[in-house]
């Protein structure tokens, strides 16, 4: 038996399928054919019960982990935060989806780029900073996790400029572990799972960033109005 056919029987099984023909991975429990058998799902959803205040303290204290930057404002400062940000980053221009809402640039004083069709990575790579939304932020692991929405544009403006402000609303947009994530993210979607800045290392361990993506990432934690 070959390394591949012992791979794709583990599948067939741990899938409950029963019978998969030659190089078939079988199907998913509950589609026609499949068995009875189901993969246990018994495994802890969330490590720790915690506030919502605590979930955004674990999140920013992973943030800071990966090296990403952390502010936190609430909505009336988020306008001369981004400003101030952008400025101390010396950024003369500034990436902006589509659906981003326009109060959030009105104190910048960088110019404003919009995304479109026929922009080349060249003209991408050549802008100062991007400003985006977010879909989810995961406490547990530090994560943010962009979809495409309006607010975060299309992939590629989040991958080629060399630095990103993330604008996540705590605690509507928060989540404490992966699997309360999942449950909420529509996985049709072109889901991007950022954890600090892009960085990678060679063999002797040396840090190198900005690689497969910013170099730098500040992410704004937008607290709720005060009761």
Not at 70 to 83: I, K, W
Not at 97 to 104: A, D, T
Request: hydrophobic fraction near 40%; aromatic fraction near 2%; charge should be negative.
């Amino acid at each position: 038996m070959s390394g591949r056919d012992r791979v794709l029987g583990r599948i067939r099984r741990a899938l409950g399928e029963q019978g998969a023909g030659e190089g078939g991975i079988g199907r998913a429990p509950g589609e026609p054919g499949a068995g009875e058998g189901g993969i246990p799902r018994d495994y802890l959803r969330v490590h720790g019960d915690r506030t919502p205040a605590e979930s955004a303290d674990l999140l920013a204290a992973n943030l800071a982990e990966y090296r990403a930057k952390v502010h936190r404002t609430d909505e009336d400062g988020l306008a001369p935060l981004l400003a101030a940000l952008l400025a101390e980053r010396g950024a003369r221009t500034v990436l902006v989806p589509p659906g981003l809402p326009p109060s959030w640039l009105d104190a910048a004083q960088a110019v404003r780029v919009e995304d479109r069709a026929g922009s080349t990575p060249y003209a991408l790579d050549a802008v100062d900073s991007v400003v985006t939304g977010c879909a989810l932020a995961v406490a547990e692991t530090g994560t943010i996790v962009l979809d495409g929405g309006p607010d975060q544009g299309r992939r590629r403006i989040t991958l080629i400029p060399d630095h990103h402000i993330c604008v996540v609303r705590v605690p509507d947009q928060l989540v404490d572990s992966v699997p309360q994530a999942l449950e909420r993210l529509d996985p049709t979607r072109p889901l991007t799972w950022i954890s600090g800045p892009s960085a990678t290392s060679d063999i002797e361990l040396d840090r190198v960033e900005g690689v497969h993506g910013p170099r730098t990432l500040e992410v704004v934690l937008i607290n709720p109005p005060a009761q």
